[in-house]
T-cell receptor, first 114, second 112 residues
Framework: NAGVTQTPKFQVLKTGQSMTLQCAQD?????MYWYRQDPGMGLRLIYY???????DKGEVPNGYNVSRLNKREFSLRLESAAPSQTSVYFC?????????????FGDGTRLSIL | QKEVEQDPGPLSVPEGAIVSLNCTYS??????FMWYRQYSRKGPELLMY??SSGNKEDGRFTAQVDKSSKYISLFIRDSQPSDSATYLC????????????WGAGTKLIIKP
């Protein structure tokens, strides 16, 4: 009964380093999302994947890339980390994008860029 | 101006009190209104979901939408310490493919 699993839970990087955040869901959902959550800002959409093989930019895509590896997995990559990317990153999934169903979230990755 | 405004709090109330949490919004196209609850160091989870105007009740929770005022509320009756969390409102509409627009969240503390 895992739902949405994110790894790692915590990470500290130095400016300029790269890393990939992993997300996997076991609910057979078609659509997956990456958000960042900053104090006073709410959740902001970085990228989403409506279905396997497709990805699209959200509200704040600059500095990020994504890969929809298969139906289960959706990864987020920071190529050259910057202090402004210090945030909590959430992955979410939904059975079908374009429906009014609830999104299911992982427990987040807390990322600090020094 | 943000599309969805929500007071970040914290809102601190004694156990057993009635809690009122609110969001205002500017886009009259919003049709679907959700409240998510987020415990510390956890992801958000859906608490209540309402379509268009009106009230919806689920146990101790009541969600209210007033589209004429562009205002939504979440009421919690007989509040418990376990209700201590951050409550996020989110809303969407069909023509945007139901893309969720989020409030910043209100931190609620229920004191025993």
């Amino acid at each position: 009964n895992a739902g949405v699993t994110q790894t790692p839970k915590f990470q500290v990087l130095k400016t300029g380093q790269s890393m990939t955040l992993q997300c996997a869901q076991d609910m057979n959902h078609n659509s997956m999302y990456w958000y960042r959550q900053d104090p006073g800002m709410g959740l902001r959409l970085i990228y989403y994947s409506a279905s396997e093989g497709t990805t699209d930019k959200g509200e704040v895509p600059n500095g990020y890339n994504v890969s929809r590896l298969n139906k289960r997995e959706f990864s987020l990559r920071l190529e050259s980390a910057a202090p402004s990317q210090t945030s909590v990153y959430f992955c979410a999934s939904i059975r079908v994008r374009g429906s009014n169903q609830p999104q299911h979230f992982g427990d987040g990755t807390r990322l600090s860029i020094l | 101006q943000k599309e969805v405004e929500q007071d970040p709090g914290p809102l601190s109330v004694p156990e057993g009190a009635i809690v009122s949490l609110n969001c205002t919004y500017s886009n009259s196209a919003f049709q679907y209104f959700m409240w998510y609850r987020q415990y510390s160091r956890k992801g958000p989870e859906l608490l209540m979901y309402t379509y268009s105007s009106g009230n919806k009740e689920d146990g101790r929770f009541t969600a209210q939408v007033d589209k004429s005022s562009k205002y939504i509320s979440l009421f919690i009756r007989d509040s418990q310490p376990s209700d201590s969390a951050t409550y996020l409102c989110a809303m969407s509409y069909m023509d945007s493919n139901y893309q969720l627009i989020w409030g910043a969240g209100t931190k609620l503390i229920i004191k025993p």
